[in-house]
């Protein structure tokens, strides 16, 4: 009658799930709220708006790379793209609204890669990214993905407020920034000397609240 193989020669099994995350360099942040944000699986009951604009705040456009006393914040600019939304299309509704102040949120978490970097790492980054933005749309009540025209309406808005943004603050000439981010509709002076001159990360960090609760309803 034939022996079972002993355990030192037995066929090896695989490891759990819950022991190869164990091994795994750690892949969750812990929020200033004590939520801990796993960026592989995120979960939408560990996402809170006073971490976002917190991180946002403090996450700078251009790699910092920009003129005046503070960083130009990534809180800011999304400020800025929705100026620039409801310049184009006059009133935003609640579900616009809350889609424009939410465009860059997984930034709270993975910061504001520029465009050639991503370039040069591709699919990865927005896998994560993508990941993330619909746990937080979620969160807030938007479906995990938005609808293409909504999409768009925010992609021409967010591309008009980096056209000032490089001009005004990141040394872009006028026709370079024409050639990468088309022509954006006018600023008045008064919004554009508010909203071009970069705030500290505090006041970023409220007047992103305070739109945001606007649009949220809460």
Do not use: C
């Not at 002076?189 to 649009?215: C, M, N, V």
Request: net charge positive; no cysteine; charged share 25%.
């Amino acid at each position: 009658m034939a022996r079972p193989p002993s355990k030192a020669h037995a066929k090896p099994q695989p490891a759990s799930p819950a022991r190869r995350r164990s091994a795994r360099t750690r892949a969750w942040q812990r929020m200033l709220s004590g939520r801990r944000l796993d960026l592989l699986d995120p979960s939408p009951l560990d996402i809170e708006i006073a971490d976002i604009a917190h991180g946002l705040a403090r996450v700078a456009r251009w790699n910092g790379q920009t003129s005046g006393a503070h960083i130009f914040s990534v809180a800011q600019h999304t400020l800025l793209v929705d100026v620039m939304a409801r310049l184009h299309i006059g009133d935003v509704d609640r579900r616009l609204g809350l889609a424009i102040m939410l465009h860059d949120a997984p930034e709270y978490v993975i910061g504001d890669m520029i465009t050639p970097f991503k370039a040069v790492i591709a699919d990865s980054y927005k896998t994560v990214e993508k990941r993330l933005l619909a746990a937080i749309h979620i969160r807030f009540g938007l479906p995990s993905k938005l609808p293409e025209s909504v999409e768009r309406l925010i992609k021409a808005a967010d591309r008009a407020a980096a056209f000032f943004e490089a001009t005004r603050l990141a040394g872009f000439g006028t026709e370079e920034a024409l050639s990468f981010f088309g022509r954006p509709t006018a600023l008045p002076p008064s919004i554009e000397g508010d909203y071009l001159t970069p705030w500290p990360a505090d006041a970023a960090e409220t007047r992103f609240l305070q739109r945001f609760h606007k649009y949220h309803g809460d």
